[in-house]
């Protein structure tokens, strides 16, 4: 059973959390303030913490890097403040993800899940299969809807580092260090260009996309859900 703890000081909010939590069969952990969250952090060894930015006694942001200087476990920020450049700061902060208020229930667990999955052993696996697409990772080949997709080199590598990542935010840095390298991680108009080419070549439309989901100003989801091989 996973233990998550939960920091924030909202009642509602924690009685919210620790309903759905403990539905989903996770080890519920309450934290009021940054120091009981501290606090526990080290007495219990949560598997990840839910922290919002609005403490009493404490700024969030200044907490997290707190945790970050113990622990290296999951963070997922519940945030009122919707604007790009404090996303940016909290992810370059040390936040895994984030969830901007309000948000659904189905949306936590989502996000929750995904960060749990990465504490587990990576498997690199040779063979992506979604909904109606299918990656050869070995061979560089891509099918959509059993139809072969030509894509560049930049394309596939884009896109499989994406895939491979299913539901994780993957920030704008990130994709520009791996993909075009360490030189390149302000150059964000190249993801521009070739996000948009892949959602051409995959038929995925930006306004409703099946595939590929933006987060504004900060990085992208692959949202694609598991599926049978499309060859």
């Known amino acids: ?89 909290l992810l370059e902060g040390g936040a895994n993800d984030y969830l901007s208020k309000p948000f659904g229930i189905k949306e936590l667990i989502a996000r929750i899940r995904v960060l749990l999955r990465d504490l587990g ?28 997709v030509a894509l560049s080199r930049k394309e596939f590598a884009l896109l499989s580092y994406l895939a491979s990542r299913p539901g994780k935010l993957v920030t704008q840095q990130q994709l520009l260090s791996n993909i075009w390298g360490n030189t390149h991680t302000e150059d964000t108009h190249y993801l521009r260009i070739f996000i948009s080419q892949l959602r051409r070549k995959l038929a995925d439309d930006a306004g409703c996309p099946k595939l590929i989901q933006t987060e504004p100003g900060v990085g992208y989801r692959f949202i694609a859900e598991p599926g049978t091989k499309g060859e």
């Open 1 to 89: 059973m996973h233990k998550i703890l939960v920091i924030d000081d909202e009642p509602q909010i924690q009685r919210f959390m620790r309903i759905s939590l403990t539905a989903e069969h996770f080890c519920y952990l309450e934290a009021l303030t940054a120091a009981q969250g501290l606090r526990k952090m080290q007495e219990q060894e949560p598997d990840l913490v839910i922290l919002d930015l609005g403490l009493p006694d404490k700024d969030g942001f200044s907490l997290l890097t707190e945790l970050r200087q113990i622990s290296q476990v999951p963070v997922l920020v519940l945030t009122a403040r919707d604007e790009e450049e404090e996303k940016v700061r």
């Open 121 to 148: 052993t990576v498997v690199q696996q040779t063979r992506l299969e979604f909904d109606g697409l299918s990656l050869d990772i070995d061979n560089h080949q891509v099918w959509r809807q059993s139809e072969v």
